[in-house]
């Protein structure tokens, strides 16, 4: 008997269908099992603040609950409210069982109710943005097995599915603006009214998210110029490039008053104080400095198209276009060389940069300074801090998205890809103006930092495999091949790294380096191997980082500053992290038997139990045992 051959159609639907059941498979493992640092914040005030006392307590100030502003993930985490225990009940309050304040105890049969509650929504609408993105990158490129493999390289980063699990703005930031950027390029191409009004609400969600998503604004400009250098001719023979440059700035006028209505529509509070709605725009940290010299520099090519026929502008991107392979081998050379020399770097034992314990010890008095990096002259340590910026985003990519990006690199310098030239254009150009914004603005950019950056290296990538495809005949049987493998490294290295998507590392990194703290990660184990020891409830600990309390059956030490007058803890929880950032202090150190020195000195082998995040031994929990009673 034979079976009926199944269509490309068919079996491109099957494939994305797979992808996103893995991305919830993945996503939904473990995620009431975990808490980490500023959740709290949303769990216990933020989200409700914005639906009890905003939206349904009619007080429209309250809607205004952070600065960045997060109003996305409270109305999307909030629908989870609706099953969820009252989360403002689940730390108990009263005096007498917490001593006056003194330990920090929870209703831990509550806590994963809560988590899955508030979680599951932002994972579900993650996913469901995944069939989205098939959709808008197939009209963006014309390409449906692109549009496949980057929607599989996206439902598969643990990087993407691991900010899926948490109720935090970055959580449904790169969602809308990687959404926005899609819809802008899609707009270019085919100049469709639905496609404006996507970018437009896509922006508007994107600054409602985060207000890191006014970059935005500054790249649309950019993104259309970029169109313009590199298809200056087609251009000039249709519309011509003054009708392209006013189209293009009408569109953005569009885009940026929509959007800001979007974001006060959402976000009511800023009827009741106009001052929100500038911090969370044009005033934004993301926007501010920039504002004035951006507005000057669109008047400018409002005034050269209406004005002088685009003389100016057709002059300038005449002269790009001309040396458009040679812009994009410099910049393709120069990220190949960072690559290159972060790799060198980590299997030498890191002895060009310094890389250990950066996050913690980049700072000077909130300064991103890196006073580890030294160099002989100012260019050679702007150049590692440059590359310190891209150390985690280089290798928290699948191993296969960092050998495309690579062949990529070095087919652009060959001169081999030819097609995309504008995307790849934006993508470096992007990533590198990204890092040098972090630079000034004093932000180490971390996984979660750089995770606009995620799905824009997802299509990249697809769009490489795409440029590998012309050297073989039977074109869909490569693409099937490659899906297969797509879904093959995603779902090794998600399952390599389970519990813990969130902290993935690629092998390429050694073993004993880490791009990210626990963040949170590996509390839940440590409180289940304390709940398992006799009379957990009487049980007192100390820990540095607050998650463990929730799930935890005994009783947290609530201060740093530990008085042994008043109790003595019999454990201590260590993370890498909180080690050097937060340790803790005797309060009346002539009560103690051992100094803070001693049980900090039992981390590397005098522990009674440890969890290993991510498999890398330096991304510890520990439990030591305490020595005062």
């Not at 885009?255 to 009827?271: N, Q, R, T």
């Not at 934006?426 to 004093?442: E, I, K, N, Q, R």
Request: charged letters at 20%.
């Amino acid at each position: 008997m034979k079976f009926p051959q199944m269509t490309e159609g068919f079996l491109l639907k099957i494939l994305l269908v797979s992808s996103v059941f893995l991305f919830l498979g993945f996503g939904s493992y473990h995620i009431s099992k975990f808490e980490t640092v500023d959740e709290h914040f949303w769990k216990y005030e933020r989200i409700s603040r914005y639906w009890k006392d905003g939206i349904l307590g009619g007080n429209l100030k309250k809607t205004y609950i952070n600065d960045k502003p997060g109003v996305t993930t409270a109305i999307v985490s909030g629908a989870g409210l609706l099953f969820s225990p009252d989360p403002l009940e689940h730390r108990i309050r009263d005096e007498k069982i917490t001593k006056n304040d003194l330990y920090t105890i929870y209703d831990v049969d509550q806590t994963e109710k809560i988590n899955l509650s508030l979680r599951l929504p932002l994972l579900l609408i993650n996913a469901f943005f995944i069939f989205f993105f098939y959709w808008i990158i197939e009209k963006m490129t014309g390409e449906k097995w692109i549009a496949l493999l980057a929607s599989i390289f996206i439902a598969l980063s643990p990087i993407l599915v691991g900010i899926s699990q948490i109720i935090n703005p970055d959580t449904l930031l790169w969602t809308f603006s990687s959404a926005a950027f899609f819809s802008y390029f899609t707009l270019l191409k085919t100049g469709e009214r639905k496609f404006l009004f996507l970018t437009t609400l896509f922006t508007g969600l994107s600054i409602l998210s985060k207000y890191t998503a006014n970059l935005l604004f500054l790249f649309y400009p950019f993104i259309f110029l970029s169109h313009l250098i590199f298809n200056s001719e087609e251009i000039e023979k249709g519309e011509g490039v003054s009708k392209y440059i006013t189209g293009n700035l009408s569109r953005f006028a569009i885009i940026f008053l929509g959007s800001l209505a979007i974001y006060a529509l959402f976000l009511p509070a800023v009827f009741v104080k106009l001052e929100y709605l500038y911090e969370g725009t044009i005033g934004s940290p993301t926007l501010k400095s920039f504002s004035l010299p951006f507005t000057a520099f669109l008047l400018l090519l409002l005034a050269d198209a209406k004005l002088m026929k685009a003389n100016v502008t057709k002059s300038v991107s005449l002269f790009l276009n001309a040396n458009q392979n040679t812009i994009l081998r410099i910049l393709a050379a120069s990220f190949l060389g960072i690559i290159l020399l972060l790799s060198l770097n980590s299997w030498t034992g890191e002895r060009i940069i310094p890389l250990e314990n950066i996050k913690e010890e980049a700072y000077v008095d909130d300064e991103l300074l890196f006073p580890m990096i030294e160099g002989r002259n100012g260019l050679t340590v702007f150049v590692k801090k440059f590359a310190a910026q891209l150390y985690p985003l280089t290798f928290s990519l699948l191993p296969l998205q960092l050998i495309l990006l690579v062949a990529m690199l070095l087919g652009i310098i060959a001169g081999k890809f030819y097609k995309f030239k504008s995307f790849t254009f934006f993508l470096l150009m992007f990533t590198f103006v990204y890092v040098f914004g972090a630079l000034v603005s004093d932000v180490f950019l971390n996984p979660r930092y750089s995770i606009m950056l995620y799905p824009l290296y997802a299509l990249f990538s697809a769009i490489t495999i795409h440029g590998i495809s012309v050297y073989f005949k039977n074109k869909k049987k490569f693409f099937i091949s490659m899906a297969l493998l797509v879904i093959i490294s995603g779902s090794v290295s998600l399952w390599l790294v389970k519990p813990f998507p969130f902290a993935y590392a690629n092998f390429f990194l050694p073993k004993n380096q880490v791009i990210t703290d626990s963040w949170g990660y590996g509390e839940y184990e440590a409180a289940q191997y304390l709940n398992s020891l006799p009379e957990a409830e009487n049980i007192v600990i100390w820990s540095d980082l607050s998650g463990i309390c929730q799930f935890f059956k005994g009783k947290c030490l609530k201060s740093y500053k530990i008085d042994l007058s008043k109790t003595a803890p019999d454990y201590f929880v260590f993370s890498r992290r909180g080690a050097i950032r937060h340790p803790f202090v005797w309060e009346k150190p002539e009560l103690a038997k051992n100094s803070t020195s001693y049980y900090y000195g039992k981390i590397p082998d005098g522990f009674e139990w440890a969890v290993y995040v991510g498999g890398r031994e330096d991304n510890f929990v520990k439990i030591i045992k305490v020595e005062e009673k």
